[in-house]
């Protein structure tokens, strides 16, 4: 076990937060996404796979089809991430709606639309849509062709609602199979659960760097952790939450020394968004800011249950997967000419209860595999120790993955940990923020 200890204390980490100020960097696609070419119809639309991640982009009052070829007896899950370009404008209403769509246009699930709201503050923002299997009000329930439909939507201008700019929007889609299950269970949500606030963890916060994108994801356990934070910027984290578990998170805007004239008040200057392993939008917060302290703080959150899926409301049918929950937070270009370039100090205070517990019995493997099984993947796990304090530990868990393998030999060690440090080395060069 010394070995494996000594292996991983000599990993490199990613540069301090202290050292990554200025203009925020682009979003970080997926680097092994494929670029694919949205149709303008169904009849050239292009086919997406399970467990695909693809880039493309829509236009100002675009509309663009994707194609899936499903069977009857998975559930499919497409989101799409719209980036606005550098320099881009966007108004409170517009956002990205996504929907599946059978061959008589007939839809398959409930369509979800994501907006930049009321900060006006242009950023990546994700939608989500389904086709599910199961009894009573499910549609497409069959096997066949269907259609992945992405449009921009947005609201007339008005003098409130200044326009937006007519630039294309870069996309990033993600494709998730699911599933069914060995033997059919409830089709009721859970009527009751937990939904007091707990006690605000307290204690010394550790640092850990936020990622630019979902597949930089910096990852989190349960704690306080501190990050930095500049005008426009979005930062991603990743949380493994099990079956059974609860999630609660909290953001804190740290107070700004400001200057001379740098005052006011923004209505909504920090965004916390909570994204689902399928990168469905679960819930979010906001908080203003007038140069002191601010904090947003997530409405409780049931248990992640399987039947959490058949409630009508989207913060309970959200949290139907274990696996690696997305905490996504920017902070509005706007603060800039309040407050300056900053960064600003971000505090998150992460907390996951209850023991896990057994998940549901798949009758075959999600796409891609380990997508809803938080005993794979590459984050940390959701409880427990996370390293030395001050440490930052490994932003990608890789050093927790070592410490775990203390019974093999110490050649195997060493392998792994030069592994890990070209995988860290690469990662140190990837872009972070938005």
């Known amino acids: 076990m010394a070995t494996v200890l000594c292996a991983t204390a000599a990993l490199p980490g990613r540069p301090a937060a202290a050292t990554e100020t200025g203009t925020p960097k682009p979003y970080a696609f997926a680097q092994d996404a494929t670029t694919v070419q949205g149709a ?18 829509l236009g100002k009052d675009g509309k663009l089809y994707y194609r899936l070829e499903l069977d009857a007896t998975s559930n499919a899950y497409v989101a799409a991430t719209a980036v606005p370009r550098r320099g881009a404008k966007v108004a409170y209403s517009d956002g990205v709606k996504v929907s599946v769509q059978d061959g008589n246009s007939g839809s398959c699930s409930s ?54 700019s007519p630039d294309a929007w870069d996309l990033e889609l993600s494709y998730v199979s699911e599933p069914r299950l060995k ?154 000419d309040k407050f300056g370039d900053g960064p600003f100090g971000l505090t998150l205070r992460v907390r996951v209860d209850g023991a896990a517990q057994t998940g549901p019995a798949y009758a075959g493997r999600a796409v891609p595999q380990g997508v809803f099984d938080s005993a794979t993947g590459d984050s940390v796990p959701a409880t427990g120790g996370t390293g030395p304090a001050g440490s930052g530990g490994s932003d990608d868990g890789t050093t927790m993955k070592l410490v775990a393998v203390g019974g093999i030999g110490t050649g195997t060690v060493l392998v792994l940990a030069l592994g890990v440090w070209t995988v860290a080395a690469r990662r140190r060069a990837t872009p972070r923020g938005w």
């Open 111 to 164: 369509s979800t639309t994501a907006h930049f709201g009321a900060s006006q503050s242009p950023h990546p923002i994700a939608a989500w849509a389904s086709r599910e299997i199961g009894p009573g009000k499910y549609a497409c329930q069959t096997a066949g062709t269907y259609y992945v439909v992405v449009e921009r939507t947005g609201a007339p201008v008005s003098p409130a609602s200044p326009p937006s």
């Open 40 to 57: 303008t119809g169904t009849t050239d639309a292009v086919r997406l796979e399970p467990g695909g991640t693809y880039r493309s982009s």
């Open 183 to 336: 033997k059919a269970g409830s089709t009721s949500a859970p009527e009751t659960w937990n939904s007091a606030s707990p006690v605000a963890l307290q204690g010394d916060a550790r640092p850990r760097r936020g990622g630019a994108g979902f597949t930089t994801a910096g990852a989190l356990e349960q704690g306080v952790w501190k990050d930095e934070i500049s005008p426009g910027q979005t930062l991603f984290y990743k949380v493994l939450v099990d079956w059974g578990q609860q999630f609660y998170a909290t953001a804190e805007l740290g107070s700004s020394s400001g200057g001379e004239g740098f005052t006011g008040f923004m209505g909504t200057a920090l965004v916390m968004s909570l994204y689902n392993p399928v990168r469905g939008l679960v819930t979010d917060a906001g908080a203003g800011y007038d140069g002191s302290q601010r904090a947003a703080a997530l409405d409780p959150l049931p248990p992640v249950e399987y039947d959490n899926r058949y409630a009508f409301n989207d913060r309970i049918s959200g949290m139907r997967f274990a696996g690696s929950y997305y905490l996504v937070v920017h902070l509005a270009a706007q603060v800039a």
